[in-house]
């Protein structure tokens, strides 16, 4: 160790550089750690935790109203959009410093400023100007949020902003479709803001299964979020009191804020990359093996900043990997399949496994169940609200490919049933498993028809010319 300071060094104190941090450590290396910022990284301090709080606030609402259902009689409530943020900033410390107290008592030596490589072993500590060196670095930053290049991008805030507004907007348009913007537009839609969500693409959430995209903007439109795909921005014009957006149509909206959720870059701007020899991808990720292991042999990476699978649990599980496999005398290799995943929208989704057009173009036969129905709590508090459940079935095998739930508590529903995949469970599994009732899941072992698509109407001839006819809202 002569020649080195550190066995390891860290370089970002999110979900998983603290956790290969904190596992090296205690396997025995000299570890350290540097954090310009609050430790605990985007899911702690800026991402999922404070947001899930969020999303808790912004379904108060509907309890509220369902309660008169039951025979609860309430005044009007009211909301103080200060309050949930100085709370929820409470908590956010709270966890930043349980992470941080976690790495000093696994013996981890803590910077709390910046850090940026000076060649593969060599640290420098900003403030200070300080230099260290270590053996094995590696590198944890995450990811940033995209801000598209376009004429007044400068007057909307992202969702690192959206957290710490002082104010509860009247209205918000907020362009993306992924999770970020979806997410957030039932945030804002649930705490009373008139809502409004752009996308470029022809439906929110690409990549997901076609049944729970679709489902779920029919949800958001009963709940009164203004979803409009195929939308353009070409500018933003601040005024006195409100923006206004001009989209590429010559259309216009005006809203107190607008928020772009537009996806999220790896952050490796700045670190020093490109002077000690690590490759990175066209988006500027770091480019890792399966080991997680970078160009230059003893520099890794793990996380966002890879940008393999963009989600905190998978980060943690690399870093873990990570530090097993260089400290703990065990190789192990991430499995980045049968990831579950959750949009906390409301109605909520979850899903782990292939949606039915993957799965139909990597088997040659496959078979649907599904169901659609009102929850027994909206039958009696009267919301208009249903929820999906889906399997998609390798039908040669009876494999269970994919499981996709969209209403209450989906998340939940989705955690269990991605144990069950993982341990290579068949439909005929599901079927024998005895139900529990009354609940929601117990639709995904009761589920015995396969579905099949409606037949195709028989062709009628053309009328000459079709009639004028109003709008229509099943159109």
């Not at 490919?401 to 341990?423: F, K, N, S, T, Y």
Request: glycine share 10%; aromatic share 6%.
């Amino acid at each position: 160790m002569a020649e080195f300071n550190f066995d390891l060094f860290v370089i970002g104190a999110g979900s998983g550089g603290v956790r290969a941090a904190r596992i090296a450590a205690m396997h025995g290396a000299k570890v350290a750690i540097a954090e310009e910022y609050l430790y605990g990284g985007t899911c702690v301090v800026r991402g999922c935790i404070p947001k899930k709080l969020l999303v808790y606030a912004s379904r108060f609402r509907d309890e509220f109203e369902d309660a008169q259902g039951f025979g609860w009689s309430l005044r009007t409530p009211s909301f103080d959009w200060p309050t949930l943020i100085a709370n929820k900033d409470k908590e956010i410390e709270r966890i930043s410093g349980v992470y941080k107290s976690n790495l000093e008592r696994a013996g981890v030596h803590l910077f709390s400023a910046r850090a940026e490589l000076i060649d593969r072993n060599t640290v420098r500590i900003q403030p200070g100007d300080r230099t260290v060196r270590a053996k094995t670095i590696l590198i944890a930053t995450g990811g940033r949020p995209v801000v598209p290049d376009l004429p007044g991008a400068g007057h909307a805030i992202t969702s690192n902003e959206a957290f710490h507004l002082e104010r509860m907007p009247s209205s918000i348009v907020i362009v993306g479709g992924g999770y970020i913007a979806v997410e957030f537009a039932g945030i804002f839609n649930g705490l009373g803001a008139e809502t409004t969500l752009l996308y470029r693409g022809t439906k929110i959430l690409r990549g997901f299964d076609e049944d729970l995209r679709d489902s779920l903007t029919q949800e958001l439109f009963k709940r009164g979020v203004d979803v409009r795909c195929n939308a353009r921005i070409a500018s933003i014009d601040k005024g006195w009191s409100s923006h206004t957006i001009t989209l590429q149509d010559g259309s216009t909206l005006a809203a107190d804020i607008i928020m772009f959720a537009t996806g999220r870059t790896p952050n490796t701007a700045g670190l020093g990359l490109q002077a000690a020899g690590v490759k990175l991808g066209e988006l500027g990720e770091i480019v890792v093996d399966e080991q997680s292991r970078s160009s230059v042999d003893n520099i890794f990476a793990v996380g966002d900043v890879t940008d393999r699978v963009n989600l905190t649990p998978v980060a943690i599980r690399e870093g873990h990997a990570f530090a097993d496999t260089m400290y703990g005398g065990k190789a192990v290799t991430v499995d980045h399949q049968l990831i579950p995943t959750a949009v906390f929208a409301t109605p909520e989704l979850g899903t782990v496994g292939l949606p039915e057009h993957v799965a139909r173009e990597r088997h040659p036969k496959v078979d649907i169940y599904k169901v659609n129905f009102r929850p027994l709590k909206n039958t009696v508090s009267g919301r208009d609200e249903r929820t999906l459940m889906k399997l998609v079935v390798d039908a040669e095998t009876d494999r269970i490919l994919g499981c996709h739930v969209l209403g209450p508590d989906a998340a939940e529903i989705v955690q269990m049933a991605a144990i069950a995949m993982r341990m290579k469970a068949t439909k005929a599994d599901f079927d024998s498993t005895m139900a529990l009732h009354p609940s929601a899941a117990e639709e995904l072992v009761t589920m015995r028809e396969a579905w099949q698509p409606p037949a195709e109407p028989a062709a009628q001839p053309k009328p000459k010319r079709a009639p004028k006819r109003g709008y229509d809202e099943t159109s």
